[in-house]
């Protein structure tokens, strides 16, 4: 049974809980092996991923095309502005044909109307590479970063620090799957989507909404932020300036729990809402979450085409 994966809800906190377990799993029996050969089920044996760009890309892109190879299929990278979509093609008609010819697609886009609109016209699995609303497949690699690391899911305690942006929503949208608490440490006008926090909430998350960076980082297992300006998108000077007490320094880890691990999305930019201190640390986990993309995505691969 085909499913899209738009955001977390789409699958539940028991599927998602399953694809990082699957994805443990399948990384720990890749272990020591070169990086493209294939798993050996190699269970996405013929299948195809059509890969959709509007955003520039590093880590979705790379990440999903192993995926994809380590799964026993291939990608196609399809770059919006030299394709049809980019000369006035309609999202609806594009989704039509690539059903006809791949067997999921994945689309990394600004607006997320797009994406219900393609997943709308689309007869195969749609995956959500980010929009401007959602990371789900970002919150899986983390999520799958934050086990590994030694903390459990149900009662942790997660800080967010600086833009209530996309990738903040899916966090809070896991706090209520997976029954978290995440404290968000945002300025004012920069706060995450009262809709999300809302579902989380009625899910049994608990999310906490503070202008302080202190009682957010206060006792955390796990602290998080991102770049203060996101991709195409407006701030400047203005929005700097309101971040800045957000950044997470050493001393503001210091008043994390001594356990407690650090993430981000990437791509960084140091001396603005991280510092290198912070980073390069020993409790930094970036580069473990950035290579878990590969490893989650194979797992929301696996679920959105119903092999797991």
């Known amino acids: 049974m085909a499913r899209d994966f738009l955001n977390l809800t789409d699958a539940g906190g028991d599927a998602v809980a399953a694809m990082i377990n699957d994805a443990i799993d399948r990384k720990a ?9 294939v798993d050996a089920d190699a269970p996405l044996a013929g299948h195809v991923l059509a890969m ?5 890309s590093t880590r979705t892109r790379v990440s999903f095309d192993m995926a994809m190879r380590q799964l026993g299929g291939s990608a196609l990278i399809m770059e919006a502005g030299s394709t049809q979509l ?15 010819m791949v067997d999921a697609i994945m689309i990394r886009t600004d607006d997320h109307a797009k994406i219900e609109e393609l997943a709308h016209y689309a007869d195969v699995p749609v995956i959500n590479g980010l929009t401007d609303l959602s990371h789900p497949c970002q919150t899986v690699a983390d999520l799958l970063t934050v086990v590994e690391h030694g903390h459990a899911l149900p009662g942790l305690q997660m800080a967010w620090l600086g833009d209530g942006n996309n990738v903040a929503n899916s966090l809070i949208e896991a706090a209520g799957l997976m029954k978290f608490t995440i404290r968000l440490g945002c300025p004012e006008g920069y706060d ?16 906490v909404v503070t202008r302080s960076p202190q009682e957010a980082a206060a006792g955390a297992d796990v602290v998080v932020t991102d770049t203060w300006i996101s991709m195409g998108q407006a701030g400047g000077e203005q929005k700097v300036a309101a971040m800045a007490p957000y950044q997470v320094d050493g001393a503001l880890m210091a008043l994390a729990k001594p356990s407690a691990t650090f993430l981000h999305c990437l791509p960084a930019h140091r001396g603005e809402e991280v510092t290198d201190l912070v980073i390069d640390g020993p409790r930094s986990a970036v580069w473990d979450e950035a290579e878990n993309r590969i490893h989650g995505q194979k797992s929301v691969l696996l679920w959105a085409l119903g092999l797991l």
């Not at 029996?29 to 050969?37: E, S, T, V």
């Not at 959709?52 to 520039?56: A, G, L, M, S, T």
């Not at 980019?86 to 006809?100: C, Q, Y």
């Open 192 to 207: 995450a989507d009262p809709a999300f926090i809302e579902r989380a909430r009625a899910a049994g998350g608990e999310v």
């Open 29 to 37: 029996a890749r272990l020591g092996q070169p990086k493209g050969r």
């Open 52 to 56: 959709i760009f509007e955003k520039n």
């Open 86 to 100: 980019g000369r006035g093609e309609t999202i609806a008609d594009t989704a039509r044909v690539l059903s006809r």
